[in-house]
């Protein structure tokens, strides 16, 4: 194994214990915010993506016929 990878590797692992650490911390906040405004809590689950979002299919009648830019 070269060093670039074992370098890669470690940033990686301590980058997913990181997350595992902070999840407890992250959801507490979500949980006290939601708390404080009930509607916040509508999209819990898609904030840890467990959940799509649900997207409605717009009329296209009011975009413009050229480019957007």
Request: aromatic share 14%; proline share 9%; with cysteine.
């Amino acid at each position: 194994m070269n060093e670039l990878s074992l370098k890669s590797t470690l940033a990686l692992h301590a980058y997913s214990l990181l997350w595992v650490l902070l999840s407890p911390v992250i959801a507490c906040y979500l949980l006290y915010r939601s708390l404080r405004q009930p509607a916040y809590r509508k999209h819990w689950f898609e904030r840890f993506a467990l959940k799509l979002p649900n997207f409605r299919q717009e009329p296209l009648d009011h975009l413009p016929d050229g480019p957007i830019w």
